[in-house]
């Protein structure tokens, strides 16, 4: 397969017909919930933990599918609203990291990171619904980061109400594409002002010389004891999340991304080409592994690569990227799951399929779908 076109129809095939079916019968409609994961033998993750940030990918996945046709789930987003999300919500209305088995709080931090993903679920359900409440909800998820977690004296949010020492750039970093859905979705220029702010973020803070800084102090500065290790993954994301802001806003972004795509291409591949979990910023490697998601983040990057410059190069790469995610964590999978984590010689680490997944996956093949009209 060595068209986009041909690409992509093998992307479509595999979600209407083996991924998307697979994961909807699994959820839970008394409770409105998305299970934590599947085995490969089909029995769902018993755990004992439940994360709310699975809850707004999974209706991500479930609300775009439905946008395409690809799957009608809109009874199990109404679920998944109103049944499902509250049992993670606070008296504050704010979400919890995680339950039990039994839908007790199991772990009661409240973070950026889960909250980044709220307003992207509830964008989402605004979009195929234009229900009020669901804009009143993404407002109030905002107006709570910059209640509790902003930080006027350095910039940027803190990543949880818990703990302030260490600061990530990855919370900003989905916090910017869900204020790029809320602006797509609502067509109201506040969301774009405030993606603004993020992006002012990364460059004065989050992009250093030569590469995407992950970890910072309490300052917002790369002098935490994390701060010399880098995600090439999150790199290929930064390219294909700046590709998008450039097109909402004719920003030039092209220096930031060819700074990216210069340091996770020289040093963020295995010998056998799947992207690593994890690098120095002198490039010496920390994790060989390699993490399905940093895979589909590379590809979304090729995407937005020959968007920007199409060739016949380009092209080739992002099928060359669609068969090595088919290649090495689906086809060896059960229909419709992924192995989720190689080792550097391409064994899997693990061979359960966490829900989290799937947001990566369908993102990118929903790209790959965008682009082969």
């Not at 083996?18 to 839970?28: E, N, V």
């Not at 046709?69 to 809109?74: C, E, K, Q, S």
């Amino acid at each position: 397969m060595n068209t986009i076109s041909q690409q992509a129809k093998r992307c479509q095939v595999w979600l209407s017909e083996h991924a998307l079916p697979r994961w909807h019968h699994y959820f839970d409609k008394k409770t409105g919930i998305f299970p934590e994961g599947i085995y490969q033998d089909g029995r769902v993750y018993q755990e004992n933990v439940i994360r709310f940030r699975v809850q707004p990918r999974q209706l991500y996945v479930y609300a775009h599918a439905t946008e395409l046709g690809l799957i009608d789930a809109r009874q199990e987003i109404e679920q998944a609203i109103n049944l499902g999300f509250p049992q993670f919500q606070t008296e504050k209305e704010t979400f919890v990291f995680s339950l039990d088995d039994e839908l007790n709080i199991k772990n009661g931090e409240t973070n950026a990171y889960e909250h980044a993903f709220a307003l992207l679920g509830y964008a989402w359900h605004y979009r195929l619904t234009r229900e009020q409440v669901s804009l009143d909800k993404m407002e109030a998820i905002y107006q709570w980061f910059e209640c509790e977690l902003a930080d006027v004296e350095n910039g940027g949010f803190y990543s949880s109400t818990h703990y302030f020492s260490l600061r990530c750039q990855n919370p900003h970093m989905h916090l910017f594409e869900a204020l790029m859905v809320c602006y797509e979705h609502t067509d109201d220029v506040q969301w774009l002002e405030r993606a603004r702010s993020i992006f002012n973020l990364f460059i004065d803070r989050f992009m250093q010389d030569e590469y995407l800084c992950e970890f910072f102090d309490s300052q917002l500065t790369p002098k935490h004891p994390l701060s010399n290790l880098v995600d090439p993954g999150h790199h290929y994301e930064w390219i294909w999340l700046l590709h998008h802001y450039q097109k909402l806003t004719r920003i030039d972004v092209s220096v930031y991304i060819e700074r990216l795509n210069h340091f996770t291409s020289m040093y963020g591949h295995n010998d056998n080409g799947l992207v690593r979990d994890e690098v120095e910023n002198n490039g010496a490697v920390f994790r060989s592994t390699s993490r399905l998601w940093c895979q589909t983040e590379y590809l979304k990057a090729q995407i937005a690569l020959q968007e920007r410059h199409p060739s016949l190069e380009r092209e080739q790469r992002v099928c060359q990227a669609v068969d090595v995610i088919f290649s090495a964590y689906l086809n060896p999978a059960q229909n419709g799951l992924w192995f989720d984590q190689l080792d550097c010689e391409g064994l899997p680490l693990q061979k359960n399929s966490p829900a989290s997944t799937f947001y990566h996956l369908f993102l990118a093949f929903s790209e790959l779908l965008r682009i082969a009209k």
